[in-house]
Every structure is written in structure tokens, then in C-alpha cells.
């Protein structure tokens, strides 16, 4: 890195529900005084962030500082990867999946820019998911079938607000519940046909703000973990979930877990998400490219503190 470290700094400012804008002008105020020049760009929608990394790019920095959400990262870590800058994550959305899985800090804007100047570079994978004629990258997990209709029903509601909405979503799906009628496909395999109450295909192991859905998956080992929960009553649903929240549910007979590098999945009403954004529907086929993206990450890995 230069002699004075030229940073980019992209702040969703509507992450976490306003947290965006403080935890910027924290981590700007940290790495300002640690001597680096700080060049920040602020995208309050996907499409405005998108528009703004062609500056950034063209500018060639030494580093590129995201203040969001994973979803925030997600929106523009493709265009990242493809000129090979490494990222420094400051969360501050509502999940931070991915900080977790890397060990970078949470709640601590200032600890997590300064990995940008003393962090060390980290090669991740990147997830993708091919729908509809299109193309979309993910960096934490892909979900089909429940918990995806659970998001899409979240996003579809209107009252009430926070995560009273989300769990008028689950109870609505709750009701609804039916097995999805899955045909998948792993790697060069036959289709098999599989219904299930879900299946989550992960890059890192949680999603949700923690839920170890994918417990063993590794960001970095050119493989995606993937996890089929067989069909499920709602009441033997309700039993298993807090198991998914311990992640101690790959043991259990209804669950299957498998690796694989390309994985395509369709069902009638098909619904993608992927890293808490819609991703596609009806079907898909959800890849990886390994060591694509480049993460600033504390020395310390967390189980070695």
C-alpha cells in the first residue's frame, strides 16, 4: 500500500436503520487520523451504489472501505472482485452474516475500518445465482423454500413495522406451509427429485442475523454447503427450528447435508433469496468462483483469539 493510503469509502446510510451514516463518519474520523486519504462516495439505493463504483474504479485506490449491510456489499462486490480491490467491511446492517463468518468486529465501526490499514488481505469465494436470464453474485447464503417465502412475505407486508413484521410473515407461511417439490442437481449428478421444507445453499455458515444454517460451510474452499430439510408439519417444524438456531440440526434424519461447486434447483413457485435480497424464482443454478473477492480481516482468526 502507498506511502499515504488512498481509501475509498462507499456508506449506505440507510443500513441498520440509520446506523449507516454514524458508523462512516466514525470509521472516516479513525482512518483520516491513522494518516490515510479518505475519498467517500454515499449510494442510498443499489442502483446509485452501482453507479458510483465506476468512479471509484477509474480512480484505482488502494483499498475500498463499505459501510452497510451485506446486502449493501453485495450490490457492488461483483465489480469489486473484477478489479481485483481489496474490500474492508464496516457492518452496520441488521444480519452481518459475512462479519461474522470473517471474525471482523460488529458494533465497532472504528476497529473495522482500521482493517484496512492493518488488516490482513484474505481470499473469499463468491456465490453466484443464475435465474431468469440473469446473474446476481452472493457472498453468504442462498434460500429456497420456507425461509425464503417467509423474507418474501415480509417484503410484501406493509404493517407492521420492524420484527413484529417479520413474525406475522412466519406465522402466515407457518399456515401455508407446504413441501416444495425440489429437482435438484449437484455438480455433474443426475436430477433427483426432492421435496423439502427448504434448502439453503451456503457460502458461510449463517444466515438471518446468525443462524447456522450452513454450520460447516468455509468461505474460502471452492465449495458450496448445501442443506435439505425434508418435508416437514408445522408442528415437527416448530420443533426443529430451535435446532437450526443452535445449529445442531445436521445430525437430525430429516436433514441432508452435501458439497458441491454447482448446484440447480427448480420447483413450481420457486423462490430465490440470497444474502436477504430477492435473487430469482421457478429455478436456478447457483454457482461459485473461488478466491474471487479479496477481504480485509483481523490477523487473529476468532477461534484462535
Known amino acids: 500500500m502507498a506511502e499515504t493510503p488512498r481509501l475509498a469509502m462507499v456508506v449506505n446510510p440507510l443500513a441498520g436503520k440509520g446506523r449507516g451514516a454514524h458508523a462512516a463518519a466514525e470509521a472516516e474520523r479513525v482512518l483520516r487520523a491513522a494518516g490515510a486519504s ?42 469489486l472482485a473484477d478489479a481485483h480491490l481489496p474490500i474492508t467491511l464496516v457492518p452496520a446492517g441488521t444480519g452481518n452474516d459475512l ?7 460488529t458494533g465497532a465501526p ?19 445465482v443464475e435465474s431468469q436470464g440473469e446473474s446476481r453474485p452472493f457472498l453468504t447464503v442462498a434460500a429456497l423454500g420456507f425461509d425464503a417465502k417467509v423474507s418474501e412475505r415480509t417484503n410484501i407486508l406493509r404493517h407492521p413495522s420492524g420484527r413484529l413484521r417479520y413474525y406475522l410473515a412466519l406465522v402466515i407461511e407457518l399456515l401455508r406451509l407446504r413441501p416444495t417439490d425440489f429437482v435438484i442437481r449437484m455438480d455433474d449428478g443426475a436430477p433427483k427429485r426432492m421435496p423439502g421444507t427448504l434448502l439453503a ?34 408442528v415437527k417444524l416448530l420443533r426443529v427450528f430451535p435446532l437450526l438456531l443452535r445449529g445442531t440440526h445436521l445430525g437430525r434424519s430429516e436433514v441432508t447435508h452435501r458439497r458441491a461447486a454447482r448446484v ?12 436477504g435480497e430477492r435473487a430469482g424464482s421457478e429455478e436456478c443454478t447457483i454457482g461459485i468462483r473461488p478466491g474471487a473477492v479479496t477481504m480485509m480481516v483481523p490477523k487473529e482468526r476468532p477461534d484462535e483469539v
Not at 472501505?65 to 450490490?75: E, F, R
Not at 472504528?110 to 453466484?128: N, Q, S, Y
Open 38 to 79: 479518505v475519498s467517500v462516495f454515499t449510494g442510498s439505493s443499489a442502483a446509485q451504489t452501482r453507479a458510483v463504483m465506476r468512479q471509484i474504479v477509474d480512480g484505482n485506490p488502494d483499498g475500498v472501505v463499505v459501510v452497510g449491510g451485506d446486502g449493501t456489499l453485495t450490490g457492488i462486490v461483483d465489480v
Open 99 to 105: 462479519a461474522r463468518a470473517l471474525g471482523i468486529p
Open 110 to 128: 472504528g476497529v473495522a475500518a482500521m482493517l484496512a490499514l492493518e488488516g490482513l488481505p484474505r481470499r473469499i469465494d463468491l456465490g453466484t
Open 201 to 234: 445453499v451456503g457460502n458461510t455458515p449463517t444466515y438471518g442475523g446468525g443462524m447456522p444454517i450452513c454450520r460447516d460451510a468455509e468461505p474460502d474452499d471452492g465449495l458450496l454447503d448445501i442443506v435439505h430439510v425434508a418435508p416437514l408439519g408445522r
Open 264 to 275: 440447480r434447483a427448480s420447483a413450481p413457485g420457486l423462490i430465490v433469496y440470497a444474502d
